[in-house]
T-cell receptor
């Protein structure tokens, strides 16, 4: 498809487990973002990649969260020792490099539930 | 999919009426604002943007107004349609020149036939 693809769409895990969430951005988009959205709230910024490097990871809540984008395309958000408070929808978005607009193209999100 | 707006303020309008969704922002230094629409089970979708050197911008059936004096944004939707039913978020662009967006809490728009 032409849009941002995220897998899995739903993930249920137990407290303390490790999870990986994958994002496949729009082809040619060099900028990639992860946001987290809790129920009833707006998305919150987690991390921004320009190419392969994390240019801004200031939104990652703690060191249990980590993200990679080794080849500058697909990105994986990794959460260690999950906690119930990590339950949320994790949104990935991409955009063209150098665009001077706020237009991000979001995927449908990965809903994480930690029991 | 599960709604993302279970506890959000709701604006209910009749089909064909005009809708006005309001948003207050806190950072007087913000120079770029965006409105996003989010349907249930979907990611946010860009609607329209405005820079701080403008006070009004029009798109197709939508108009965004910016009042920097009181740090207020509004989104006006003309002739609201059932397909406009969604949660609407305003966002401001953080410092850095990239899309580190700071989203507001959102408003649910419910359009009734």
């Amino acid at each position: 498809g032409a849009g941002v693809s995220q897998t899995p769409s739903n993930k249920v895990t137990e407290k303390g487990k490790y999870v990986e969430l994958r994002c496949d951005p729009i082809s040619g988009h060099t900028a990639l973002y992860w946001y987290r959205q809790s129920l009833g709230q707006g998305p919150e910024f987690l991390i921004y990649f320009q190419g392969t490097g994390a240019a801004d990871d200031s939104g990652l809540p703690n060191d249990r969260f980590f993200a990679v984008r080794p080849e500058g395309s697909v990105s994986t958000l990794k959460i260690q020792r999950t906690e119930r408070g990590d339950s949320a929808v994790y949104l990935c978005a991409s955009s063209q490099q150098g665009t001077n607009t706020g237009e991000l193209f979001f995927g449908e999100g990965s809903r994480l539930t930690v029991l | 999919g599960e709604s993302v707006g279970l506890h959000l303020p709701t604006l209910s309008v009749q089909e064909g009426d005009n809708s006005i969704i309001n948003c207050a922002y806190s950072n007087s230094a913000s120079d770029y604002f965006i409105w996003y629409k989010q349907e249930s089970g979907k990611g946010p979708q860009f609607i329209i943007d405005i820079r701080s050197n403008m006070d009004k911008r029009q798109g197709q059936r939508v108009t965004v107004l910016l009042n920097k004096t009181v740090k207020h944004l509004s989104l006006q939707i003309a002739a609201t349609q059932p397909g406009d039913s969604a949660v609407y978020f305003c966002a401001e662009k953080g410092a850095g020149g990239y899309n580190k967006l700071i989203f507001g809490a959102g408003t649910r728009l419910a359009v009734h036939p």
